[in-house]
Nanobody, 122 residues
Framework: QVQLVESGGGLMQAGGSLRLSCAAS????????MGWFRQAPGKGRDLVTA????????YYADSVKGRFTISRDNAKNTVYLQMNSLKPEDTAIYYC???????????????WGQGTQVTVSS
């Protein structure tokens, strides 16, 4: 059974930093691209950033470029999201997800975590 478990969310003031982690089990982690999505209240779930299975390529949404960094440790079956210079508009539930397909295609992610809340106060 595949499990993706996010951690590291919380409440932060604008301008601060948070690091999210997503621990994976039940799948061959090194064979999957990983993505971080977020869903703000009343909005859809959007792909924020993604990384290929090897970690050699990454994607960032324009709204987080230069502020967020995705990385992975295939030895630990874990993907990370370092979030710097946080803004109130970053407030959302953040989900990690796995895909064996094209990492930039949000519709092809097949495994999902339960999400972790990130709240940024102004």
């Amino acid at each position: 059974q595949v499990q993706l478990v996010e951690s590291g969310g919380g409440l932060m003031q604008a301008g601060g930093s948070l690091r999210l982690s997503c621990a994976a089990s039940g799948l061959t982690f090194r064979s999957y691209a990983m993505g971080w999505f977020r869903q703000a209240p009343g909005k859809g779930r959007d792909l924020v950033t993604a990384i290929t299975s090897s970690g050699g390529s990454t994607y960032y949404a324009d709204s987080v470029k230069g502020r967020f960094t995705i990385s992975r440790d295939n030895a630990k079956n874990t993907v990370y999201l370092q979030m710097n210079s946080l803004k109130p508009e970053d407030t959302a539930i953040y989900y990690c997800a796995a895909t064996s397909n094209w990492y930039k295609s949000s519709s092809l992610y097949s495994y999902w975590g339960q999400g972790t809340q990130v709240t940024v106060s102004s």
